[in-house]
């Protein structure tokens, strides 16, 4: 005797949060019913195998029809065919939002196209990642990308209020989406150690302080998506600060005076104090390119990061030094571009701070 | 021109994209009722539109108004080809014509397409103005207020209770008509949602007016029902309890505004009743159209049981004249009537006297299509007899009337059985007549009804009893018989003492029969009936025993009648009653004693089952006082069972039980094993699984020896439908697969609530259909409620100490009895009359013992050993060995304080959210209070599919449907501005498919009483009692320490 149809519906929607994550993971139904049989809940509930596997397709036809419904968070909560309480809808949108740290550093600042889906079976091989979840990850950056893309006002906010995530997902998802647009290189090997953490931080002061929606006065033209062209144009003006060789001298010396004693590598320090300010100053001329805005990230590991590694210097010691590094600029009275230089290099300081690490 | 109605489309929102080019839709509505129909502006290019409409107004009759339903089409508007439809909402306006009920619905409701589902939603808003209409000679009946509840709604007093109305109407089925043949399946399947509206409407305004006539204003325990006849038509059919109810805490009675029924009549001294609108089907708007009848040329009446439980009040000796005038009064109230049913399932306090026994009827029918439209009424002769016979079957048990009591069919191509059941009970005639009786005599007779037990004391004289049953004294007061065990269709009176808990009780059969066209179906439908009934009584019985309980509440026999089988299945709410004698056990008795062997495995399996009794009467908390047996004058001389009890196997399983066919039959619990179907016959008895722990489950309103409910209700419906695979099915293997489906079902039930524990399944309502050949389909409906274990052990200790002093009063009388007589009496009672059962059976009924069959599952006897949770098994032996001291008395007493603890339970979950509805099959909301009654829900839907597979296959298809039918239910709810819908009951749900040409199509049929509750924490009651309340709380966070 065969089941034909089996179901259970309740007034209120059963989600089991255990069936929901392997249905998440992309299991199929056969390998979620092995897995929870593994997971000894035959034993712990004395139920038998047939009463699993009856359960787990009723809980995947559950989330089959509410999938259609989490890609628009908000007619998760207008609907009404599933009766769930609040905090179970926020806990099925969370978790349906959440992603892989694995499965997306391999996605960010990758073009959310075709192509990329196309080699999510790749992704799914490497990382381990189910290909099922790999899409369904995949097909969320592209969804979010595409209704806050041309958005104006807070781009985490924007998220926030169509996708109605958690302040934490939505603020990873702003990231996911202003590395999208921005294309930052990420994969590369030497790149390969910066978590996702580590980034989404970087892209979060950046959308804070160099976006249009940055400044005040430019309220009209909020964009958190894309950098400020107009400040990218300014930073070529930086160049200054190593092109005019008195003004390099003057800032290393105010350096050194500020900092002799309080540095455990204060020689190498002084050795590479140009070079060191060259390589910074250089990443802020050049981002009117959008091949060098592309590749800031492995610029500044490559400029300042690794030769700081190489000399084994303490993270205190960095910070010692980009702070002083930074300060010290508004004590040369030839400089007159203060306030670019501290939107440049506070953003920046905290990204290398964030980034200096093994 | 008694009434306008007023409707005003606000809205819309989720609208489905009907043009592909924009991906935006054009969509405008249509507003109908009866025959008038306004149109809204187009709202172009949007998938949320906003009409906001001006109000539409329909000046309509009261008689339209209780009958049609408002229909509202939302279409997507088209240049240059025809409009299409997106869906329609019928809404029920029958709330707003009482004004106790609902005043406006507003609110969105789901756009419902038969085809494509829930298609976005609407957003409206409708009102009705009704004049005063003097005409005594109306149509129409607005102001009768309908419940579903079967018992007298919450916010309610019944001042009369008037009795029994029926009503049937019956039309062609559209699907059957010549037409259906080229209109699409939409067109179809809107015909008949909409021509079922109508007649629900009709047969709801045609009960509203016999309920004026007998002066009511209210139907108590509504239940209408539809019967697919196919061919041969389509009958909806009603029955209920007509009262008259006062509403509670409005001081001046209130009653309705439109027509206040029985002031209105008293004020007339010329009582005119009705005569027409009563039983006639000619005034049909539907009808006119058709002239299809329904006719019986053919028609087969089953013998039919009446099941223990017996006896007449023995009329006198203490009761003396009061006793003897309330006798004469009830009958005379009662027999002004042509039926003295009542379908409500619990009574006011001291309007149930003594209960009888269970009354039933069958009889098998053969559809007919005979235009004959001068006949309408066959149907009705139909329903006639047969409730002319449970008339007679409770007469026949000493009572004058019959409680809880319902009617339903089973068809099968032009095979129809139909069934009316009920308990045969002896009434408190204050509740049926104006309050004349009111006053000294009522007193009186209070103070001699015993509290507790007066319902199980026998109805009838011991010295003329309609058939032999084995009596005994009140084992509560001392004083009146009872008999041995007590089967009703009731919930369990509120009074009632039980000891332990109960536990839902199943049996469960199949009969293969040949198949036969006509006549022929009939008759063997028919001869095969008795013994099904017999076989499902057997069961019954067995499994009342083996849980060491000794009645049955709530019971509600199924049979379902199939192309080539018939299945029968009895779901009841077994109780330890404490007024009724300590069952026996049960005792295996081989036929060959000669063999070693055999006598080894009969005694091997006669453990066994001992085993399961003394397990389960662990687990349902029966532990009886020790009451040493009195001397007891029970009819049946024991000579004979002193030389059995010889034979038994020392631990005396003692044994009485009858079963009483009306034909005398008699069944006893001495099971006789003489071949291997008799052995199968006696492992099904043990393959039944309990609950895991933390569960207990019940078939009634409530569970007996639970009170502590806290608030986390969750309703559900779970459908299977199994196909049998081997050809050369057998009766064993049949019921082997039924009792599995059932089984299985239940146990995943079990898991999927488990994170609920500890819980209870409560009202569990199982229904069998056999849609095709090899297939059966078991829908069950059921709500799964949380309590505390702890809050019962404590809340109740204050609450029961009247009967817990009773309690010992009782005890210290016991005690007088010498000690010495326990075990001879207890040993020797129960086996009397055991043999003569035996005898009578197989002579008189021609059916051996041994085709009781079902077979053995092993497996479930590990599952059995398997625990639930371990850590929750601990704690739960933990918290019942602390407790075992208080548990006792409070147990016995819970049911009397339930009310108390709904009031006062639960620390309820503050943040609840809006627009939730609740569901419930149950008439009430644990930790709440029903503050208002809004309306009778009743609605009809048909799904059809033509892309099955793309929709996820049958079980997406239907989970889908009834995941929309709930959604519409509580959309109505809420628009009527209310919170909850209990009683809600899934009355029919018949699924077709077929998977080759990838269609489905389903109808459902569900109705409730809409209403709004207000958590009692909300309340703030704050009464002397309430500290305890105050550390419920503690309590429940407590719990997870242990």
Partial sequence: MTNELDIFVGNTTL??????????????????????????????????????????????????????????????????????????????????????????????????????????????????????????????????????????????????????LSDRLARDYAAVVFFANNRFETGKKKLQYLTFGDLAFCAELMIQNWTPGAVADSQLDDMDVDLDKEFLQDLKELKVLVADKDLLDLHKSLVCTALRGK?????????????????????????????????????LVEKFIEPCRSDRWPLNDVRLFLNQYSASVHSLDGFRHQTLWDRYMVTLRSCLLRMYHD | MPGKLKVKIVAGRHLPVMDRASDLTDAFVEVKFGNTTFKTDVYHKSLNPQWNSEWFKFEVDDEDLQDEPLQITVLDHDTYSANDAIGKVYIDIDPLLYSEAATVISGWFPIYDTIHGIRGEINVVVKVDLFNDLNRFRQSSCGVKFFCTTSIPKCYRAVIIHGFVEELVVNEDPEYQWIDRIRTPRASNEARQRLISLMSGELQRKIGLKVLEMRGNAVVGYLQCFDLEGESGLVVRAIGTACTLDKLSSTAAFLPACNSPSKEMKESPLVHPPSHGCRSTHNSPIHTATGSRLTQNFSVSVPTLIYTGMGSGSAGKEGGPFKALLRQQTQSALEQREFPFFTLTAFPPGFLVHVGGVVSARSVKLLDRIHNPDEPETRDAW????????????????????????????????????????????????????GTVEGCLEQRLEENLPAGCGFCHIPYDELNMPFPAHLTYCYSCRKQKVPDVLFTTIDLPADATVIGKGCLIQARLCRLKKKAQAEANATAISNLLPFMEYEVHTQLMNKLKLKGMNALFGLRIQITVG???????????????????????????????????????????????????????????????????????????????????????????????????????????????????????????????????GFYSCNTEIMPGINNWTSEIQMFTSVRVSRLSNINLTNQTLNKNFNDLCENL????????????????????????????ELIQVTVTAVAIT?????????????????????????????????????????????????????STSSNSGIPAAQRATSIDYSSFADRCNSWIELIKLKAQTIRRGSIKTTMPVEKASPLTEGHFRQRSAPACANSTVGVVKMTPLSFIPGAKITKYLGIINMFFIRETTSLREEGGVSGFLHAFIAEVFAMVRAHVAALGGNAVVSYIMKQCVFMENPNKNQAQCLINVSGDAVIFVRESELEIISTQQPIASCQPACSGGEIAT
């Fill in chain 1, 15 to 164: 989600i089991d949060e255990d069936v929901y994550r392997l249905w998440l993971d992309g299991y199929s139904v056969s390998d979620a019913v092995g897995l929870r049989v593994r997971s000894g809940i035959l034993e712990q509930t004395g139920a038998t195998a047939g009463v699993l596997q009856s359960d787990t397709m009723d809980h995947y036809r559950t989330f089959h029809m509410l999938e259609r419904l989490l890609h628009t968070p908000p007619k998760l909560l207008h609907q009404l065919v599933f009766q769930i309480p609040p905090s179970r809808q926020a806990l099925l949108i969370e978790r349906y939002y959440a992603f892989d740290e694995a499965f997306v550093r391999e996605v960010l600042g990758k073009k959310l196209s075709k192509g990329t889906k196309k080699d999510l079976d790749n992704i799914s091989a490497k990382t381990g990642v189910t290909l099922k979840s790999c899409r369904r990850q995949f097909d969320n950056f592209k969804r979010v990308f595409k209704v806050v893309e041309e958005m104006r006002g807070s781009l985490a906010g924007n998220i926030q209020q169509h996708f109605l």
């Fill in chain 1, 263 to 299: 540095l455990s590598v204060f020689a190498e320090m002084e050795a590479n104090f140009k070079n060191l300010s060259r390589g910074l100053v250089n990443i802020a001329s050049k981002l009117t390119h959008t091949k060098d805005v592309r590749d800031l990230f492995v610029d």
């Fill in chain 2, 383 to 434: 329903w006639a007899e047969i409730r002319q016979e449970i008339k007679s079957h409770a007469k026949a048990l000493g009572c004058h009337a019959v409680v809880g009591y319902s009617e339903s069919t089973s068809i099968c191509e032009e095979v129809c059985i139909l069934s009316a059941s009920g308990t045969a009970a002896v009434l408190n005639p204050r509740f049926l007549q104006d």
């Fill in chain 2, 563 to 693: 192309e080539n089988m018939l299945m029968g299945l009895a779901s009841a709410t077994g109780v330890y009653l404490t007024a009724l004698p300590t069952p026996g056990g049960i005792q295996i008795a081989g036929k060959t004693p000669n063999d070693g062997s055999y006598e080894q495995h009969i005694s091997h399996m006669q453990k066994k089952i001992n085993d399961t009794i003394a397990k389960n009467k662990e687990l349902y908390e029966i532990n009886p006082p020790e009451i040493p047996e009195e001397i007891i004058g029970s009819p049946i001389p024991e000579p004979r069972q002193r030389s059995r009890l010889l034979r038994s196997q020392s631990e005396s399983s003692d044994e009485v039980i009858e079963l009483d066919l009306s034909h005398g039959k008699k069944d006893a619990f001495v099971l006789e094993i003489d071949d291997t179907d008799a052995m199968e016959d006696v492992h099904s008895l043990l393959t039944d699984v309990p609950p895991p722990s």
């Fill in chain 2, 746 to 773: 239940l146990k995943s039930l079990y898991f999927k609530l488990r994170s609920m524990i500890p819980c209870c399944l409560c009202h569990v309502n199982f229904t069998v259909s056999l849609p095709e050949d």
């Fill in chain 2, 787 to 839: 309590f505390d274990k702890h809050q019962a052990v404590q809340t109740t200790k204050t609450q029961v100490e009247k009967s817990s002093q009773r309690a010992s009063i009782d005890n210290e009388e016991l005690l007088q009895f010498p000690l010495e007589l326990c075990t001879d009496t207890l040993a020797s009672h129960p086996f009397s009359s055991a043999k003569e059962h035996l005898e």
